[in-house]
Structure formats: C-alpha cells, structure tokens
C-alpha cells in the first residue's frame, strides 16, 4: 500500500508540475485557460475561480491532472472568446513557448530535487576516496574515511568506480596502496571478514547551500545523458521495445526505491521527472513535442499546416501511443508472473 501511495504522490506531482508550466506560460501570452485539475474523472471539489476566468478543481482519481486550453480542440466554451485568447490562434513562437513549458517545469523540478539531495544527503564523490565503515576490516587495518585508495592489486586507480570494480573482483585478500588526508601514502593488506565484507563505501560529499546548486546542476545533467544513453541503446541491435517498462513496471520499481529511503526515492522522482520532460519533448505525435514540429513549420514557413493533416496526424499519434502502451503493460504482467 505504500509503495501504491508513492508511485501515485510521485506521479501526481510530476505531471501537475508539467501541466503547471503550460498554465503559466498560457497565461502571461493571452490563452485563456478554462481549467486547472489536479487528478483525472469527476470533480470532487471546485477549489477556486480566478479573475481571468481558470477553475482550479480536484478530481477523484489521483493519476496526475492536466490544463484545458482554449484553442487545442473544437469546444463550445471556446466560441465565446475573443479569437486572441485561443492558443490555435497565437503566433508560432507563443505555441513553442506553451508546448514547451511543461517539459521546462520537469527540468526544474529535477534540478530542484537535486540540489535538494545534495545539500541534505551529500553525493557519492567520483574520484578514489572512500568511506569507512568502523568495527570492519578496512577500519581495524587503519584506512579512514576521505582516504583516497590510489592502487588495488598493483593497478592504478583515479575514480570511484575504478576502486570498486578492481575490489569487487578481488579473490580474498586486498593490497592496497592508500593516500590519507595528509598526503602520506602508505600499503595495507586487508582480508575481508567472515561474512565477505571489507567495510568501505564510496566516499560522500557534504555541500553549503552554493555548492549544492552546482551539484543539482550536475547532477540533473548526469540524468540527461543517462537518458539519451538509454534511447540510444533501444534504438540499437541489443535492446528494443520489449524492454521498455509501462506503468505496472514502474509502480513495481518505484514499490521497491520507496524501501530504498528518502534519499533513492526522491532521486527516483527526479528520475521519472526527467525522463517524462525529455520525452514529451520528441517529435512524436500526440506529445508536444510532436505539436511543436507543426508550430516549427508555421515559424519556418509562415504558413500554418494543413488543419486536417495535424488531426490526421495526431490521431495515428494517439492510436499508436495507445498500442505501445498496451503491450508494454501486457510485458510488465508477463514479466511480473515470471517473477
């Protein structure tokens, strides 16, 4: 049940963020926004009416919310409005602008959550250094932490997953080569305990509140280019469409971060949040980024694209997002009873 309540707070939060950046955008350029939702159904409750005219409502099933538009489909409400306050009727770049904003939103709020990381939690260093965990043998052989382990076995390291790796392959026994805070190098031989373990982690590093915008500045940047990796990946000979994990997968992992801590959990939000703002990003139709090639072309050509060709085309769009999700869902129940 907690894991349900997770996914759905994390999910909820993310898509409100992205529909609250359209909102936002929408209003400072003149489109006239008829509703704000949290969640999806019927509305429960009507929390607000503003002055231009935006209801702010809360609806029963907690799956994110969205922003109605005037302008993005055919709507009665929409012919009592002035023909500038539709978002059809705006110019090229307002539409980039609007279409855009919600992926923008993800953005921030990932960087937002990393920076939040850094500064409360502190973030693994990538360079040699270690922490040590006390009553083990790494500690009772005199290694301490924020030593940097500069050789194992004889080999060279210059990072954190360097040391690792050459430990995790290690048959017994370490000889190591370690530089301590003070800059004295000096060599240990450590065996691990009974139970295989040798009491090191990597190394964190605490941040002031300056520092953490940069970490949240690199971090969210590590995201980004783990993201691409990852696509880059799908698109080639080893991996492919059935890898791709729906939303039953992802309410399975984010069941099992949530038991992670808050720190994996909220790394896990700001994962999600990413990925769903790069995404909604691609020129694929029925996402905005999809909306946004047309907008590109009204700008390039100065000529709006043929209304019928941009419905025909967003409608395959949703037809064949609908197939994708249906058969990623289908795996993630296949992989679930194989499991």
Same mark, same amino acid.
């Given at each position: 049940?907690?894991?349900?309540? /997770?996914?759905?707070?994390? #999910?909820?939060?993310?898509?409100?963020?992205?529909? +609250?950046?359209?909102?936002?955008v &929408?209003?400072?350029?003149?489109?006239?926004?008829?509703?704000?939702?949290v969640?999806?159904?019927p509305?429960i409750?009507?929390?607000?009416t503003?002055?231009t005219?935006?209801e /702010?409502?809360?609806? &029963?099933i %907690?799956?994110?919310?969205?922003?109605?538009?005037?302008?993005?489909?055919?709507?009665?409400?929409?012919?009592? $409005?002035?023909? !500038?306050?539709l978002?059809?009727?705006?110019?090229a770049w307002?539409?980039?602008?609007?279409? @855009?904003a919600?992926?923008?939103?993800n953005?921030?709020?990932t960087f937002?959550i990393?920076?939040?990381?850094a500064?409360?939690?502190?973030?693994?260093s990538?360079?040699?250094?270690?922490?040590?965990?006390?009553?083990? %043998?790494?500690?009772?052989a005199?290694i301490?932490? @924020?030593?940097?382990?500069?050789?194992v &076995?004889?080999?060279?390291?210059?990072?954190?997953?360097?040391?690792?790796?050459?430990?995790?392959a290690?048959k017994?026994?370490?000889?190591?080569t370690v530089e !301590?805070?003070?800059?004295?190098?000096?060599?240990?031989?450590v065996?691990?305990?009974?139970?295989g373990?040798?009491?090191v982690t990597?190394?964190?590093?605490s941040f002031r %509140?300056?520092?953490?915008?940069?970490?949240?500045?690199?971090?969210?940047?590590?995201l980004?280019?783990?993201? +691409?990796m990852?696509?880059a990946? $799908?698109l080639?000979?080893?991996?492919?469409?059935?890898?791709?994990?729906?939303p $039953?997968g992802?309410?399975?992992?984010?069941s099992g971060?949530?038991?992670?801590?808050?720190?994996?959990?909220?790394?896990?939000?700001? /994962?999600?949040?990413?990925?769903?703002?790069?995404?909604n990003?691609?020129?694929? %139709?029925?996402?905005?980024?999809?909306?946004?090639?047309? &907008?590109? /072309?009204?700008?390039?050509?100065?000529?709006?694209a043929?209304?019928?060709v941009e419905d025909?085309?967003?409608?395959?769009?949703?037809f064949l997002?609908?197939?994708?999700?249906?058969?990623?869902?289908?795996?993630?129940v296949?992989?679930? #009873?194989a499991?």
């Amino acid at each position: 049940m907690i894991g349900l309540i /997770y996914f759905l707070l994390a #999910l909820g939060l993310i898509v409100v963020v992205h529909e +609250f950046g359209h909102l936002i955008v &929408a209003k400072r350029n003149g489109v006239y926004c008829h509703e704000f939702s949290v969640g999806m159904g019927p509305r429960i409750k009507h929390f607000h009416t503003d002055k231009t005219g935006t209801e /702010y409502s809360l609806r &029963a099933i %907690p799956l994110g919310g969205y922003v109605r538009l005037a302008g993005e489909e055919d709507s009665k409400e929409d012919l009592e $409005l002035e023909p !500038n306050q539709l978002l059809s009727n705006q110019s090229a770049w307002v539409k980039i602008k609007v279409l @855009g904003a919600g992926s923008f939103m993800n953005l921030l709020l990932t960087f937002l959550i990393m920076t939040i990381i850094a500064f409360g939690f502190g973030v693994a260093s990538s360079e040699n250094k270690v922490s040590v965990l006390e009553d083990f %043998p790494m500690y009772e052989a005199g290694i301490r932490t @924020g030593d940097r382990i500069t050789e194992v &076995a004889g080999r060279p390291t210059e990072n954190v997953d360097e040391v690792f790796d050459l430990i995790g392959a290690s048959k017994g026994h370490l000889d190591l080569t370690v530089e !301590n805070k003070d800059g004295v190098t000096k060599e240990y031989e450590v065996y691990p305990n009974k139970e295989g373990k040798y009491g090191v982690t990597p190394y964190k590093e605490s941040f002031r %509140p300056l520092q953490s915008i940069e970490a949240g500045v690199v971090g969210t940047w590590g995201l980004i280019k783990q993201i +691409f990796m990852t696509i880059a990946l $799908l698109l080639g000979p080893d991996y492919g469409v059935d890898d791709l994990a729906g939303p $039953l997968g992802i309410f399975q992992m984010s069941s099992g971060v949530v038991k992670m801590g808050l720190q994996t959990a909220l790394l896990w939000i700001a /994962y999600l949040s990413i990925n769903i703002g790069i995404l909604n990003l691609m020129p694929i %139709p029925a996402l905005d980024g999809g909306r946004m090639v047309f &907008a590109f /072309y009204e700008l390039i050509f100065r000529r709006k694209a043929n209304k019928k060709v941009e419905d025909t085309v967003t409608l395959i769009g949703v037809f064949l997002l609908l197939g994708l999700f249906i058969y990623v869902t289908f795996n993630d129940v296949l992989r679930g #009873l194989a499991g």
